[in-house]
């Protein structure tokens, strides 16, 4: 009975483990700050390569548009921005700020992807 007690216990630690560590405000952030580093590329795909590193810390391992062929930088800092929100109002400006950067990956012009870029991260910044 004392094994299964303490087995419970260790797992109970665990599970808020998980969320306690949660660092939404480092994951907005990393994403702004490669939304930033999207509008400044020189070529288009090193835009579209931080805006999907923006994205991947936005929405975390099990986003819809997270992407395993490009980083994310903010792996160590919780299950990504959206999902690690402090409130409905904070995570509906990140899906917002997401979906201006899921658009600028389909633009093949570097002037209106990097306004794209330079958009979402202000808007992310603003989700602060």
Known sequence: MKKILLASIAGAGLLFATTAFADVTAEINTASTHAGLAAKAGTIDMMHMHMHHAINCLEGTGGADYDSTNANPCA????GA???????AQKAKLQAAAAQLK??????????A???????????TAAK
């Open 76 to 79: 160590k800092d919780g299950s």
């Open 82 to 88: 959206i999902n690690d929100a402090a409130n409905a």
């Open 114 to 124: 990097g306004k794209a870029a330079t958009e979402a991260s202000a808007a992310i």
């Open 103 to 112: 658009s600028g990956l389909a633009l093949t012009d570097m002037a209106a």
